[in-house]
């Protein structure tokens, strides 16, 4: 999660900037945006068969009370995702209730129970909130996947140890503290 300025892409470095049409897409939904540090996340690699890119599993962005974007009734915050790989990802048509939220976001599967899940097409730009089941999905051959991710300015928390530095001095949000400490412990 690397902070950007949305809306203006002198704040992208230049590895990232093939990705500033799809950073406009998100800015057409989201006007109340501009001009705020959003977080930005662009991971590609190569994923084998059977595994998922990044973190698989049932999760939400939320963790307990920190906030990832938040996001509701489709007009504020939230979070946009896409990737280049049909059916690697699956989001849930469901918010889920803070306090059956788990550790980093975890919930468990049986929360869901006859709940309609969609699995994303390649390109497929979404919008979720941090609330928003979703997980990413063993890719059915080998390849090399792409996944996008921007959250809107409404985070909580940004990690030192987690998350990208922005090499053109970009910093956190006003209201989001910045953490030396180690999340997964």
Request: proline content about 6%; charged content about 20%; overall charge positive.
């Amino acid at each position: 999660m690397m902070p950007i300025i949305m809306g203006d892409h002198k704040s992208i470095p230049n590895p990232f900037r093939d990705y500033i049409p799809m950073i406009n897409m998100c800015m057409q939904h989201k006007k109340e945006e501009m001009g705020k540090v959003g977080y930005l996340t662009i991971d590609e690699k190569y994923v084998q068969a059977g595994q998922s890119h990044r973190r698989g599993g049932l999760h939400v962005e939320r963790s307990q009370a920190l906030r990832w974007g938040s996001g509701w009734g489709g007009t504020k915050g939230g979070l946009f995702f896409s990737n280049n790989i049909d059916d690697s990802l699956c989001i849930y048509n469901h918010i889920m209730n803070p306090s059956r939220i788990g550790k980093l976001g975890s919930i468990e599967p049986r929360e869901l129970k006859n709940k309609l899940a969609f699995q994303v097409p390649a390109h497929q730009l979404m919008w979720l909130t941090d609330l928003t089941p979703h997980e990413s999905l063993p890719l059915l051959s080998s390849a090399r996947r792409q996944m996008f991710r921007l959250v809107t300015s409404d985070v909580s928390i940004w990690y030192t140890k987690h998350n990208t530095k922005n090499p053109l001095g970009v910093q956190p949000g006003p209201l989001t503290e910045i953490s030396n400490k180690d999340k997964f412990v």
